[in-house]
Protein backbone atom coordinates (compact mmCIF):
# COMPACT_ATOMS: atom_id res chain seq x y z
CA UNK A 1 0.00 0.00 0.00
CA UNK A 2 1.22 3.68 -0.73
CA UNK A 3 2.37 5.76 2.09
CA UNK A 4 1.19 8.63 -0.22
CA UNK A 5 -2.37 9.79 0.92
CA UNK A 6 -4.86 9.58 -1.43
CA UNK A 7 -5.55 13.17 -1.83
CA UNK A 8 -2.22 14.14 -2.37
CA UNK A 9 -1.60 11.62 -5.03
CA UNK A 10 -0.23 12.74 -8.58
CA UNK A 11 -3.46 12.08 -10.75
CA UNK A 12 -1.99 12.97 -13.79
CA UNK A 13 0.71 10.01 -13.55
CA UNK A 14 -1.75 7.80 -12.35
CA UNK A 15 -3.95 8.44 -14.83
CA UNK A 16 -3.03 8.02 -19.03
CA UNK A 17 -5.96 9.93 -20.57
CA UNK A 18 -8.26 12.63 -19.45
CA UNK A 19 -11.27 14.37 -20.98
CA UNK A 20 -12.44 17.53 -20.74
CA UNK A 21 -16.06 18.15 -19.96
CA UNK A 22 -16.65 18.89 -24.34
CA UNK A 23 -15.04 15.87 -24.59
CA UNK A 24 -16.53 13.43 -22.02
CA UNK A 25 -20.31 15.11 -23.49
CA UNK A 26 -18.86 13.80 -26.91
CA UNK A 27 -18.25 10.21 -26.07
CA UNK A 28 -21.23 9.75 -24.31
CA UNK A 29 -23.45 11.51 -26.67
CA UNK A 30 -24.84 14.05 -23.95
CA UNK A 31 -23.92 17.75 -23.20
CA UNK A 32 -21.28 18.96 -21.55
CA UNK A 33 -24.37 20.33 -18.89
CA UNK A 34 -25.10 16.66 -18.44
CA UNK A 35 -21.90 15.67 -17.81
CA UNK A 36 -21.49 18.42 -14.86
CA UNK A 37 -24.40 17.07 -13.61
CA UNK A 38 -23.49 13.83 -13.80
CA UNK A 39 -20.56 14.38 -11.67
CA UNK A 40 -22.37 16.37 -8.86
CA UNK A 41 -24.41 13.23 -8.84
CA UNK A 42 -21.63 11.11 -8.62
CA UNK A 43 -22.35 8.96 -11.58
CA UNK A 44 -19.09 9.95 -13.17
CA UNK A 45 -15.65 11.38 -11.02
CA UNK A 46 -13.95 14.84 -12.24
CA UNK A 47 -10.60 16.51 -10.75
CA UNK A 48 -7.89 18.74 -11.70
CA UNK A 49 -5.21 16.67 -12.96
CA UNK A 50 -2.37 19.31 -12.81
CA UNK A 51 -1.91 22.48 -11.43
CA UNK A 52 -3.30 25.69 -13.69
CA UNK A 53 -5.76 23.38 -15.96
CA UNK A 54 -9.14 22.88 -15.57
CA UNK A 55 -11.41 19.79 -14.43
CA UNK A 56 -11.38 16.79 -16.37
CA UNK A 57 -13.27 13.33 -16.40
CA UNK A 58 -10.36 10.21 -16.74
CA UNK A 59 -10.96 8.47 -20.05
CA UNK A 60 -10.90 4.90 -18.61
CA UNK A 61 -14.73 5.96 -16.86
CA UNK A 62 -16.44 5.49 -20.49
CA UNK A 63 -16.72 2.77 -22.28
CA UNK A 64 -18.54 2.08 -25.28
CA UNK A 65 -20.14 5.58 -25.14
CA UNK A 66 -21.49 4.73 -21.60
CA UNK A 67 -20.12 5.21 -18.54
CA UNK A 68 -18.50 1.96 -16.95
CA UNK A 69 -20.89 -0.37 -15.36
CA UNK A 70 -20.55 -0.06 -11.35
CA UNK A 71 -18.88 3.38 -11.33
CA UNK A 72 -21.98 5.05 -10.16
CA UNK A 73 -22.34 2.89 -7.18
CA UNK A 74 -19.14 2.32 -6.14
CA UNK A 75 -18.31 6.52 -6.55
CA UNK A 76 -21.36 6.93 -4.26
CA UNK A 77 -19.68 4.30 -1.91
CA UNK A 78 -16.67 6.07 -1.56
CA UNK A 79 -18.37 9.24 -1.17
CA UNK A 80 -20.28 7.97 2.41
CA UNK A 81 -16.95 7.06 2.93
CA UNK A 82 -16.36 10.91 2.75
CA UNK A 83 -13.94 11.00 0.17
CA UNK A 84 -13.88 13.62 -2.51
CA UNK A 85 -13.25 13.19 -6.43
CA UNK A 86 -10.18 13.50 -6.33
CA UNK A 87 -9.53 10.57 -3.81
CA UNK A 88 -12.38 8.34 -5.90
CA UNK A 89 -10.04 9.00 -9.06
CA UNK A 90 -6.39 8.12 -6.98
CA UNK A 91 -8.26 5.03 -5.39
CA UNK A 92 -9.72 3.70 -8.61
CA UNK A 93 -6.45 4.48 -10.48
CA UNK A 94 -3.92 2.81 -7.97
CA UNK A 95 -2.79 -0.85 -7.19
CA UNK A 96 -2.85 -0.79 -3.34
CA UNK A 97 -5.88 -3.02 -1.96
CA UNK A 98 -6.44 -5.44 -5.44
CA UNK A 99 -4.27 -7.52 -7.89
CA UNK A 100 -4.65 -4.97 -10.10
CA UNK A 101 -6.21 -1.74 -10.23
CA UNK A 102 -10.18 -1.22 -9.25
CA UNK A 103 -10.60 0.77 -12.56
CA UNK A 104 -9.20 -2.16 -14.55
CA UNK A 105 -11.44 -4.69 -13.10
CA UNK A 106 -14.44 -2.62 -13.23
CA UNK A 107 -14.01 -2.11 -17.25
CA UNK A 108 -13.47 -6.46 -17.25
CA UNK A 109 -16.75 -6.67 -15.18
CA UNK A 110 -15.09 -8.35 -12.43
CA UNK A 111 -16.74 -5.45 -9.60
CA UNK A 112 -18.12 -7.35 -7.07
CA UNK A 113 -14.45 -7.10 -5.06
CA UNK A 114 -14.18 -3.84 -6.04
CA UNK A 115 -17.07 -2.93 -4.37
CA UNK A 116 -16.74 -4.53 -1.08
CA UNK A 117 -12.78 -3.35 -0.87
CA UNK A 118 -14.87 0.18 -1.32
CA UNK A 119 -17.34 -0.97 1.49
CA UNK A 120 -14.71 -1.04 4.20
CA UNK A 121 -12.43 1.53 3.63
CA UNK A 122 -11.78 3.58 6.92
CA UNK A 123 -13.08 0.41 9.05
Same mark, same amino acid.
Given at each position: ????????????????????????????????????????????????????? %????? &? /????? =??? +? @?????? *????????????????????????? %????? &? /????? =??? +? @?????? *???
Amino acid at each position: MSDVPLADRDLDSLVDEWLDWSQAAAVLGVTPGKVRTMIKEHELAAAVPAAGG %GPKVP &A /LLIQD =GMV +V @KGIPGL *LTVLHDRHFDDRECIAWLFSDDDLP %GRPID &A /LRENR =GSE +V @KRRAQV *LGY
